[in-house]
């Protein structure tokens, strides 16, 4: 599905991805972990197709489609979604126009007819509920003012809402406490499927007890060190990643 081959990648004329390479086929759920600044978040972003972020070798292909010179619109269009870091915050735009507007962009992308309010507010409502947001939150503008987990939430409810083919959550557990992290795993669960996939990008392993992967990678320097099942993210747990890195460069 997500086919990415000796990609580099700069930002400002720096190198910092340095040569990944990585596949991730239907239905998987592949984990990206790594130190502080080994290239996590710039991953997500030059998968976005984020202005500032230059492919300098490789390719990434999304559904046999090189989408490396894509616009972040068509990228979203072709069924990809990033969830990033830092969520947005737009004062001003209310969230329910701004839930509204990308989903229908999505589906005129796709030739599908727009809904109504009536057929959106049904929509979002009841993933709304599901997901514990309350619809005070949905009134108030995109993020502002939300806590930490209240933007995690957001994110996962637009998630749902988009219904992606492929799904690139960075750091999706950073300042959730134990049931909010709960509430978003069960989000991501919920939305496991035979044809959709999923980059969990985390510096922690505890998200992973929650959405557990098939695949575990280990970003270091820009470049992956390590692949494995879901036990590497527990050995890194006990381990740290210290060894992992000082064994590579030995
Ligand atoms: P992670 O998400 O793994 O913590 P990042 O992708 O945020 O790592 O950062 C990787 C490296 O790239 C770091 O050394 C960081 O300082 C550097 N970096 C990130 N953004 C920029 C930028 N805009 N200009 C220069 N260096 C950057
Ligand atoms: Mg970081
Ligand atoms: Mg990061």
Redesign the pocket.
Known sequence: MLKIENLHAS??G?D?LKGISLEVGPGEVHAIM????????????VLAGRD?YEVTQGTITFNGTDIGEMAPEERAAAGLFLAF?YPLEIPGVGTLTFLKTALNAQRRARGEAELDTVQFMKKVKGLARELKIADEMLKRPLNVGFSGGEKKRMEILQMALLAPRFAVL??TDSGLDIDALKVVSDGVNALRAPDRSFLV?T?YQRLLDHIVPDVVHV?SD?RIIKTGGKDLALELEKSGYGDLIAGEAA
């Open positions: 930002v400002d720096k910092i790594g130190p502080n600044g080994s290239g996590k978040s710039t991953l997500s972003y500032g870091q960075d750091e990008i510096h970003l820009g």
